[in-house]
């Protein structure tokens, strides 16, 4: 590539239309929104008096319902339009995380946690397209942007709820709400109609449940289930471990250096995810990719279970995971771009929802089992479940023969890093 055709590039990049730098924006602090509560758990748990297994559940109803939406957000989008779809999951999002903040107990964040998960299933499935259908320089300079976006959320979101919630811990939620305040008005006022903001032929409401009748996207749906189950019991359940191996060496590990823990996950879960993912499976294909980032990711929740009270150990393996999370989501997305002749907004809705749905059981399940067994359990249970995963993914095997075959467009690469680490 000639250095003229670089820098045209680059321009394009930076001069998009300010209704793109608009959802660029909103886009960031959506994805700031996934570790954002991670750092504050336990000092919420402190604060209101719950125990860890129900401050972990603010993951679960968050989670569980962005699954049950996802399944409808393409119906959905289909007949209000992009640009109505995104403002209203950025008014929820607004709505609820400031509720969150004015929370005086546990029970009333998780009821306001589920309603920004409904938001925010909104949110994502729409922010792609509008980008895309909005910037200048065409779809590859979009995506471009787009994953930047990410990539800044994922990683700056742990550092933004540390740093906040060492002043107060509803801090970061107030912090979210006016943040997306902006985005929404930003939005209204500079998406104006066009290729973002066209309704598309409507989709039937009950589309994402009938596509796991599909025997591909059911293979790779489950397999992501049990994946994500591992996911998050390494996101929700590690802060408290981290804390406490901490507090056995006599060092206060506040929201502040679990921030910093998280942002050095989430750094490397946008690096592997945007850099060395496309590489990877361009370079080997995604059976091998697949196969090789489970099986590492099941020694690693192996080593997790005898390093668990070791707070240098604790801190390697949580950065080194995201780099294999990082790939693995990538990865196992891209493998859905191509499995079925579905509509990919359908297919693509359908696997999120059931991602969705093993992050969603993840934090229920991990903190009623460390408190009734041992402070390692819920690795253990992890590894099992990516075996598992392993296990749906090889009985699966005959309709994923595309596997062989990875993608080389720049969007299907795009798609499946923005699907994979939302």
């Known amino acids: 590539m000639s250095s003229a055709t670089t820098e045209k590039k680059k321009s394009s990049l930076l001069r998009q239309p300010l209704a793109v730098w608009a959802i660029a924006f909103a886009s960031t602090v959506s994805f700031m929104g996934i570790g ?9 748990s402190r604060e209101l008096g719950a125990t860890a297994a129900q401050t972990m559940l603010l993951f679960t109803s968050y989670l569980l319902v962005t699954a049950f939406v996802m399944f409808f957000a393409g119906a959905i989008a289909s007949r209000l339009g992009t640009k109505k779809t995104l403002l209203l999951g950025l008014g929820l999002i607004v709505v ?5 903040g004015f929370s005086g107990s546990v029970d009333l964040m998780l009821l306001f946690r589920g309603g920004w998960g409904f938001g925010n299933a909104l949110f994502i ?29 994922l990683a700056v979101g742990p550092l933004v709820g540390g740093a906040l919630g060492s002043l107060h811990w509803s801090a970061p939620f107030f912090g979210t709400a006016v943040l997306m305040a902006i985005g929404f008005i930003a939005i209204i006022t500079l998406l104006g109609k066009g290729a973002a903001d066209q309704h598309k032929e ?5 589309a994402g449940f009938t596509a796991l009748r599909n025997p591909a996207l059911r293979s790779l749906a489950l397999t992501a289930l049990f994946y994500n189950f591992g996911f998050f019991i390494l996101l929700a359940y590690s802060p408290y471990p981290v804390e406490a191996a901490a507090k056995a060496q006599g060092l206060e590990f506040g929201p502040q250096q679990l921030g910093l823990v998280f942002f050095g996950w989430g750094l490397a879960v946008a690096i592997s995810s945007v850099l060395i993912a496309p590489r990877l499976t361009r370079a080997f294909g995604l059976r091998k990719v697949l196969y090789g980032c489970f099986t590492a990711l099941v020694v690693l929740f192996i080593v997790f279970c005898f390093e668990v009270h070791s707070l240098a150990g604790m801190v390697t393996l949580i950065v080194i995971s995201g780099l294999v999370l990082g790939i693995l989501n990538t990865a196992l997305t891209e493998a859905v771009m191509d499995a079925t002749d579905l509509p990919r907004q359908v297919a693509s809705s359908t696997y999120s ?39 749906m993914l090889t009985v699966g095997a005959r309709h994923l023969t595309h596997l062989e075959q990875p993608h080389t467009t ?7 890093i923005t699907l994979g680490d939302d």
């Open 410 to 416: 720049a969007e299907d690469e795009a798609l499946a």
């Open 36 to 44: 954002l509560v991670d750092p504050i758990l336990p000092t919420i």
């Open 96 to 100: 609820f995380a400031a509720l969150c």
């Open 202 to 206: 409507k989709v039937s409401w009950l």
């Open 353 to 391: 929802g059931m991602r969705f749905l093993g992050g969603a059981i993840a934090p229920a399940v991990a903190g009623p089992v460390a408190a009734a067994t041992t402070v390692w359990a819920p690795y253990a249970m992890a590894a099992v479940s990516l075996v598992i995963a392993i296990v």
């Open 125 to 153: 499935s729409t922010a792609l397209a509008a980008i895309v259908g909005s910037a200048s320089g065409g779809s590859a300079t979009a995506i471009m942007l787009y994953e930047a976006a990410l990539g800044v959320g």
